[in-house]
């Protein structure tokens, strides 16, 4: 069992940068593949990116070249760095971990377990 809490959310401007951070309980974080999601209000859960427990990562394509996933697997933390961020990136980011770690998938389902969320919202 993992417990993952999101911190780092907050606002910000149009076209500026932000880092949200996952942290994990447990010892077992470097075998989980770990992810985030966003969700806006009155939209569905969508997939932000994720990273194996090796390191492959993979992005939406709404996304792709602006956000960044990576992982720091002694302090048990993965991290999403934003940067040209849009309104449209205003959401609830959450942190999601499954196993194996091997493999990432894009659908909520894939994953067994998840944050609380971070707010970020982007003013334009």
């Known amino acids: 069992q993992v417990h993952l809490v999101e911190s780092g959310g907050g606002l910000v401007q149009a076209g500026g940068s932000l880092r949200v951070s996952c942290a994990a309980s447990g010892p077992t974080f470097s075998t989980y593949a770990m992810a985030w999601f966003r969700q806006a209000p009155g939209k569905e859960r969508e997939f932000v990116a994720a990273?194996?427990?090796?390191?492959?990562?993979n992005y939406a394509d709404s996304v792709k070249g602006r956000f960044t996933i990576s992982r720091d697997n002694a302090k048990s933390t993965v991290y999403l760095q934003m940067s040209s961020l849009k309104s449209d990136d205003t959401a609830v980011y959450y942190c999601a971990a499954s196993t194996p770690g091997w493999i990432i998938g894009q659908q909520t389902d894939a994953y067994e377990h998840w944050g609380q969320g971070t707010q970020v919202t982007v003013a334009s």
């Open positions: 990273i194996t427990s090796g390191g492959g990562v």
